[in-house]
């Protein structure tokens, strides 16, 4: 391993990669999680019934009840 | 509010189910054929495209491309346009979709088997059959994301962000893993080498479980565990959560597959770190889809649909638990090499994409077909059969994996090797390879009975092509007053696909870059040079065999390997090695070392000889099948001279102009001793056979560094 330690510290800087993606990751989620929390109960409301709408509407010649 | 009327058309849907299918039954099949294979060695016939090494990668190819693939595009046909509200963008499209993607599946079912490979795990499809996978996929992007511009719905449901990411990822990393320079119609060699091809390939096959089996997957599951329950899903908020810190976290995460290899210990290190984090956004998407069930499991107690996404969710939330507890470096030390990731992944592909997949079409075939389903108790049926054939497949694989790892490790009170010959350690798991043969088999009668439902069904029914929608257009949707970024990145699918495609190169480049300065700046070892071209066609035939898929290459830097294999491998040793040929899977010795004489595995030309035409003759328990094909074929050196000047193009140093007749006197010199040397041992063979070439190479794996009897001098560099 050292073979390519040694190789990998004449690369200015490389012990940082590993840090810099950590903090990347750690503000990318802390901004996302703080809109995600502040997004408002309607819109949320209205997203997660999207997959079932389509069934109240639904105006295809076909019966979908009871199909199981 | 005035309402447009449109058509939904189930043609392509019916026929990626029917694709679905089909695959499923020939991958699962060939599969099958291979468990057993490594129970009776001899079942290959001695027919190469009969062979456990060949048909090990069609099996993989065509349960992850072909029947998950299929699946993954039956949920984005159905799912989409109901989401968005119109028609698919492009029927012609999605016709050269349906068709381009079965004839590429064609061509892996019929090159594979024939060896025609590129020996990366999951990327082995020659270069003409890539070119077709990229561009089937770029039609498959412009359809997907001309439905999302002409959808009627402003805000896209976080499925259909699922897809997306797959989408644009799944381009990212096939195309920068089949990096390649052809030599001939059907052959080519990796751009990169050694320890960077190594670092590409897992960056790929790690993401292509993530983006291929696990991002769609999840769509699928937001899409139709709603639908099937008839409940909305349990958490928005951490669905768009778990959603980015999926895709941001799961492309670091590669390198775990090469821990204590000659990858750098930052590298290690990163994909350790990544793998651990990749917990939270995996189980958050476990929770949210099995919570969506809540106050509904009096239903999941008789529906055969909602018990199939139950537990496929729960072996999601198994494996992805696993996942990151096998890439801690203590665990890996134990669990690499080992069966323990064959039934790591089973659990995920038969539980989480076959679940997913059998619940998914039982619920979609009475509503194709507008009937009801031909038989419930032949789903539940079904449902059991799967469940108990995926346990009866992974526990003994785990338990094999453990032992054999255990005996490899385990040392006498005298300070040696407690079980020296492999063999044993092998011998010691057979009664396990058996149960998961039974497994296997328990999971295909399920199958079978799946393939009867869905014939019977489509049968008693009629295919509804069309069915009707209304809504209002896109100008007109509802809206909700102010909008915060999310909000309006998700109304605009371009942005979000390039969001989404920054947040995964983000990864992808801080991995990938320093292996790239890393290439430029490796102290070449002297003592390493490229292959003789002798060597080079053995080698070829090394790979077209697929021995990697049994044998490492790679000597990790533990007592326990270096007493039984010899010096650890460095990264220096492999630097000609277009593609790399580290391997992941000990179903045999390591090879790294096998040509080195002083090494208490070395064997002679003779041994290897006998052992490629009969290998039970020297090892009645041996579980290798035989090779006599080998023996038999007469050397195709026809491409040489091309292969040479490839190699130079990749860097290799061969002298210039080598390729151009010398090269071609150094092989027959080289095979001529090499016969000369089998009919010293009492062996008369020809100079032109394949197995002169092949013995070439295995003579020639891992000596470089000990050709001045001291190895451990470059351990200190």
Redesign the interface.
């Known amino acids: 391993m050292k073979i390519v330690m040694n190789t990998l510290s004449q690369i200015n800087g490389v012990e940082i990669y590993p840090i810099i993606s950590l903090i990347i990751f750690f503000i990318f989620f802390v901004v996302m999680a703080y809109f995600v929390f502040n997004l408002d109960k309607g819109y949320i409301s209205d997203m997660k019934n999207m997959p079932l709408e389509e069934d109240e509407n639904d105006s295809s010649v076909n019966d979908l009840e009871n199909k199981f | 509010m005035e309402l447009q009327k449109f058509t939904y058309d189930n043609k392509l849907s019916k026929l990626f189910l029917y694709a679905t299918v089909t695959w499923g039954a020939i991958g699962l099949l060939v599969g099958l054929t291979a468990a057993f294979e490594l129970i009776f060695p001899s079942w290959n016939a001695g027919l190469p495209w009969l062979t456990f090494s060949r048909i090990r990668p069609l099996h993989t190819n065509a349960a992850i491309f072909a029947f998950v693939g299929n699946a993954i595009f039956l949920a984005v046909y159905y799912?989409t346009p109901?989401?968005l509200?119109t028609p698919m963008y492009s029927k012609l499209l999605g016709n050269i979709h349906f068709w381009g993607w079965q004839l590429i599946i064609v061509a892996a079912a019929i090159t594979l088997p024939l060896g025609f490979t590129q020996s990366k795990e999951y990327a082995e499809l020659e270069w003409p059959i890539d070119i077709a996978v990229a561009l089937v996929w770029v039609v498959f992007g412009i359809n997907l994301i001309g439905t999302l511009i002409k959808r009627r719905?402003k805000?896209i449901?976080?499925?259909i962000w699922f897809y997306i990411a797959t989408w644009v990822t799944v381009a990212v990393l096939y195309i920068t893993n089949n990096m390649a320079l052809p030599v001939s119609a059907m052959k080519s060699y990796s751009v990169y080498a050694g320890?960077q091809d190594a670092l590409v390939q897992w960056w790929y096959g790690h993401n292509a479980v993530a983006f291929f089996l696990t991002t769609p997957f999840l769509g699928l599951m937001?899409?139709f565990i709603?639908?099937a329950s008839?409940?909305?899903?349990y958490s928005?908020?951490l669905s768009?959560?778990h959603f980015?810190?999926l895709i941001?976290?799961y492309i670091?995460a590669g390198p775990h597959h090469l821990l204590y290899s000659?990858?750098?210990?930052?590298a290690q290190?990163?994909g350790v770190?990544?793998s651990i984090?990749l917990l939270a956004p995996s189980w958050g998407g476990m929770i949210n889809g099995l919570l969506t069930l809540r106050g509904a499991w009096d239903k999941v107690r008789e529906?055969p649909?909602l018990k199939m996404f139950v537990v496929g969710v729960t072996a999601y939330g198994m494996s992805t638990f696993e996942g990151p507890m096998l890439s801690l470096k203590t665990v890996n030390a134990l669990s690499h090499f080992t069966d323990w990731t064959i039934a790591h992944v089973h659990i995920g592909t038969l539980g989480w994409n076959g679940m997913l997949t059998f619940g998914m079409i039982y619920w979609l075939m009475?509503?194709l077909f507008?009937?009801?389903?031909y038989s419930?108790k032949m789903a539940n049926i079904h449902f059991w059969l799967a469940t108990t054939g995926m346990l009866f497949f992974s526990i003994p694989l785990y338990f094999a994996g453990f032992t054999q790892s255990l005996m490899w490790k385990e040392f006498t009170d005298a300070g040696a090797l407690a079980y020296p010959n492999f063999l044993d350690t092998v011998t010691q798991i057979l009664p396990m390879y058996a149960m998961r043969a039974f497994g296997g088999s328990l999971y295909y009668i399920g199958f079978i009975l799946f393939i009867v439902n869905v014939w019977k069904t489509a049968a008693a029914g009629k295919f509804?092509r069309y069915?009707?929608?209304?809504?209002p257009s896109l100008e007109k949707a509802?809206s909700?007053?102010?909008e915060?970024?999310?909000?309006r990145l998700e109304g605009m699918p371009v942005k979000f696909t390039v969001a989404a495609l920054i947040?995964i190169l983000?990864?992808g480049m801080?991995e990938i870059i320093?292996m790239i300065?890393?290439k430029s700046?490796?102290?070449t070892i002297s003592a390493v040079q490229p292959y003789t071209p002798l060597e080079l066609e053995g080698r070829d035939i090394y790979v077209r065999e697929g021995c990697y898929l049994c044998h490492s290459q790679q000597i990790r830097?533990f007592r326990s390997e270096v007493e039984r294999y010899g010096e650890y491998s460095?990264?220096?040793e492999s630097v000609y090695d277009h593609p790399f040929q580290f391997g992941s899977k000990r179903t045999g010795p390591d090879l790294a070392r096998e040509g080195v004489k002083t090494l208490p595995n070395y064997k002679p030309n003779s041994w290897h000889y006998n052992h490629m035409l009969d290998p039970q003759s020297l090892n009645p328990e041996s579980v290798m099948p035989p090779y006599p094909w080998i023996i038999h074929n007469d050397l195709d050196v026809s491409t040489l001279a091309s292969k040479i000047k490839t190699m130079q193009t990749l860097g290799v140093p061969y002298p210039e102009g080598y390729a151009d007749g010398q090269a071609m006197k150094d092989l027959e010199k080289q095979a001529s001793e090499i016969a000369q040397n089998l009919k010293d041992a009492g062996i008369d063979v020809s100079s032109k056979k394949e197995i002169i070439a092949l013995i070439a190479y295995m003579q020639r794996l891992g000596t470089d560094i000990y050709k001045d009897g001291n190895p451990e001098q470059?351990?200190?560099?």
């Open positions: 799912s109901r989401l509200k719905i805000h449901y976080v499925a320890v937001y899409y709603p639908k008839n409940r909305p899903v928005y908020k768009i959560i980015w810190a941001f976290l670091w000659a990858l750098p210990d930052w290190a990163l770190v990544f984090m529906d649909i009475p509503r507008n009937t009801k389903l419930v509804v069915e009707e929608d209304s809504a509802p909700h007053g102010h915060n970024w999310h909000r947040v983000i990864g801080v320093p300065l890393v700046n490796v102290p830097p460095k990264a220096g470059y351990s200190s560099k």
